[in-house]
């Protein structure tokens, strides 16, 4: 396989799991159609409800409008990384945590990827089920892992923009037409502004904090944006930083769909006990076959990201650790069936929980990737000084390996503590992974190589 440095076209070498060079970065407005097919998740409009429903709609605005700001910060910093760098979150992990210690990294961000992709495939399947009690629920799980494997076949560069591209429009016209339809279905009601409040009263005074902590549960999507944002041209990177990768896609995502969700949950009526895949039985309920087209655009949108990054970090993984090198589409079929054998088992009554857990390991890492950046920034990162930093990179590298493992401990020792203290557990995690990384960083020698 030719060296990262050469300047290499991706028909030439599979570029998945070497540094992203000038010459295959990708348009500013094509990566924004890759990037942005991640707002359409139904997990953001099922998040929103829930945490209505046990917090209060109003608890849950303020936890989506923090969320929007702190995302947009951190973002902001590990995109510009990424763009400057061209690395993905497997060879930077490299850097933070040692060659073997990116292995761990690796194998999280790949497992919590895929849960994400047996997610949001199974809403699909739920729907499929749901319209057409015949078709059994292992074959529609079946029919979403087929139809959506070959989807990532193919390049960022010259397949998902294009995909992307075409069923933006049409997932912004379906939740239009949702929020219309349940609207002159069922009336407006002003209620959806107070739903899940009415019979909590004080007790969800603070609600607003858990509400945000959730959604810090979700981290793993400023990896995502670091692997994606590795795409961008240098000279974009303002523009990815701010627009792309910044406030806009998160208001988008949050706010709107985490709004969209609470309203038709709250109003559409007869849906019996208010679940996790309330919103998707409400839109079939709603509009019939054309929710389930809806869904299925929503579904796909997502999953082509979920997809490619669940099989890049899989290869990725398997290469480093086994040194077993199989083209990308292998990888993406045995992804494919990982995720048909977990949809088989059901997750969704788990969401919260596994929110919660996931968020202590991905905040660990995003805080030190942030402690180190900003730590650094007279490092150099010209191609050969980054590509020197992963050559010189120690099999461990004991300050980022330390600050990992010592705030996922302090955030799940205070997450299986009192339970007043539960909420605490993500942050806790971001505070003491950022502080123990500066701490070691300032006696350990070489924790991180110089030319970075």
Request: aromatic fraction near 12%; charge should be neutral.
């Amino acid at each position: 396989m030719p060296n990262s440095l050469e300047l290499v076209q991706e028909d030439e070498v599979d570029i998945s799991t070497v540094r992203i060079m000038d010459s295959s970065r990708m348009p500013k407005f094509a990566l924004t159609m890759v990037w942005w097919g991640l707002c359409s998740a139904m997990v953001y409009l099922i998040i929103g409800a829930t945490l209505a429903l046990y917090y209060g709609t109003t608890n849950a605005l303020i936890g989506m409008s923090m969320s929007v700001i702190v995302y947009s910060a951190v973002n902001y910093v590990l995109t510009n990384h990424a763009i400057r760098t061209g690395l993905s979150v497997s060879l930077f992990s490299r850097v933070l945590f040692g060659n073997a210690g990116a292995a761990l990294a690796t194998l999280i961000f790949a497992a919590t990827v895929i849960y994400y992709t047996v997610f949001e495939s199974s809403v699909i399947a739920v729907a499929l089920n749901s319209l057409f009690p015949s078709v059994s629920w292992p074959l529609a799980c079946l029919v979403v892992v087929v139809y959506s494997v070959p989807l990532v076949f193919g390049s960022v560069q010259n397949w998902l923009d294009k995909l992307n591209g075409v069923l933006l429009p049409l997932y912004a016209a379906g939740l239009i037409a949702a929020v219309t339809l349940a609207t002159t279905t069922h009336g407006y009601s002003p209620a959806w502004m107070h739903f899940g409040e009415s019979s909590k009263g004080p007790a969800v005074s603070n609600g607003w904090w858990d509400c945000f902590v959730y959604y810090m549960g979700i981290w793993l999507f400023m990896l995502a944006a670091f692997d994606f944002a590795r795409f961008g041209k240098k000279q974009h990177a303002r523009y990815h930083s701010l627009i792309n990768f910044g406030m806009p896609f998160w208001l988008v995502t949050f706010m709107v769909n985490g709004i969209i969700g609470i309203y038709l949950v709250s109003t559409i009526s007869g849906q019996g006990t208010l679940s996790e895949v309330s919103v998707v039985l409400a839109l079939i309920r709603l509009m019939g076959l054309w929710g389930l087209g809806f869904l299925v655009v929503t579904q796909t949108r997502i999953n082509t990201a979920n997809y490619y990054l669940a099989t890049i970090n899989t290869q990725a993984l398997f290469e480093a650790g086994l040194g077993l090198k199989l083209p990308k589409f292998v990888w993406a079929i045995v992804v494919g069936a990982i995720v048909y054998a977990l949809m088989l088992s059901g997750i969704f009554s788990k969401l919260l929980l596994a929110l919660a857990y996931q968020g202590v390991f991905v905040v660990a890492w995003v805080a030190v990737a942030l402690a180190h950046i900003l730590s650094h920034k007279s490092e150099r990162t010209s191609d050969d000084a980054v590509e020197a930093s992963l050559c010189d990179a120690p099999t461990f590298n004991a300050g980022g390996l330390i600050a990992w493992f010592v705030g996922v401990a302090a955030g799940i020792g205070v997450m299986n503590g009192p339970e007043s203290i539960h909420t605490f557990s993500a942050p806790a995690t971001f505070v003491i992974s950022a502080a123990a990384y500066l701490m070691v960083s300032m006696y350990v020698k070489r924790v991180i190589p110089a030319t970075v």
